[in-house]
């Protein structure tokens, strides 16, 4: 090992030592000073930086103005915006077709009730209200022309549309044992057409369980008003 001494400034070759072997002086070797921390700190910064920069660089690089003059360019921005349209046109159509479905249901399960109701009106009174009688209207308040002392209603709390607008289609049976016509009109608001919602025939046979603790309108909804003529 090769050393000079600080004070003689003579090169000497050996073994480190603390006395110079040619002056004899002690020498005092400087430990390794630590780096210093704000020091490293601001090194490790500025090469985040610098890479930074670098990417920033190269980004600017792509996005050229040659870039706009390849046909390859306005190629890939048609297909994105294509993939982009038919995602759109996708989402829109299933958001329709779910609300197409639940109008559907919800209009079925209302013609279902009707059904009942008409089969309860049908147990207390024995037979289906007439269109001279309001049709679908008696099971809402009493039927006169001729009045039905039997009545027990209101059946149904309110008479609405289809989930369309349409008046639901009511026609009493021609024959005694024969079930009245009730259907919704669907989606294209004409009757007798392939997407008519008809009600299930075994709903107009609402048993005899729902009679037990049926009491006359009055009592079992309190504030009902019932409509008479």
């Not at 360019?73 to 077709?97: C, E, K, N, P, R």
């Not at 269109?131 to 309110?158: C, D, F, H, K």
Request: hydrophobic content about 40%; glycine content about 8%; proline content about 9%.
């Amino acid at each position: 090992m090769k050393f000079i001494c600080p004070y003689c400034k003579k090169l000497s070759e050996g073994q480190l030592s603390p006395h110079c072997p040619v002056c004899g002086k002690v020498m005092v070797v400087p430990k390794m000073r630590e780096p210093n921390p704000r020091l490293v700190r601001m090194r490790k910064i500025d090469a985040i930086w610098h890479e930074n920069e670098q990417k920033k660089a190269e980004l600017q690089g792509v996005l050229t103005p040659s870039m706009f003059r390849n046909p390859k360019f306005y190629f890939a921005m048609v297909v994105i915006l294509a993939v982009i349209g038919f995602s759109l046109f996708h989402a829109t159509d299933q958001a329709v077709a779910r609300q197409k479905v639940s109008t559907e249901m919800r209009t079925l399960k209302n013609v279902n009730v009707l059904a009942e109701a008409l089969g309860r009106y049908h147990f207390h009174i024995g037979h289906y209200p007439t269109l001279r009688q309001g049709g679908l209207g008696a099971l809402v308040r009493t039927p006169e022309r001729p009045l039905e002392p039997a009545w027990n209603g209101p059946y149904i709390s309110l008479l609405c549309k289809d989930g369309w607008g349409t008046p639901f289609v009511y026609d009493p049976p021609k024959k005694t044992g024969d079930l009245p016509v009730l259907f919704s009109c669907g989606l294209d608001k004409l009757p007798n057409t392939s997407d008519d919602l008809r009600a299930d025939p075994a709903k107009f046979d609402p048993g005899t369980a729902w009679t037990n603790g049926w009491v006359s309108a009055e009592l079992r909804i309190p504030g009902v008003k019932i409509l008479r003529r």
